[in-house]
């Protein structure tokens, strides 16, 4: 999260991919607050990128 907060100051329209093992409340939290443009959960398999990856290639869709 401390990761995604930097590259959104430095570009607010990057269209990040999150991937993590972990995912609880907390972290829910904390990326509601966070511009994103996918998140996938590990372990995950190659279609999961896949399709994260058409999501964020259509304009203006994103996990705000």
Do not use: M, W
């Amino acid at each position: 999260i401390e990761c995604l907060s930097h590259i959104n100051r430095i570009d607010e329209h990057a269209k990040v991919i999150i991937f993590s093992g972990y995912f609880d409340d907390k972290i829910k939290e904390q990326l509601q607050k966070q511009s994103y443009a996918a998140f996938i959960k590990k372990p995950f398999i190659r279609n999961d990128l896949i399709e994260a990856i058409k999501t964020i290639q259509v304009p203006g869709n994103t996990q705000e």
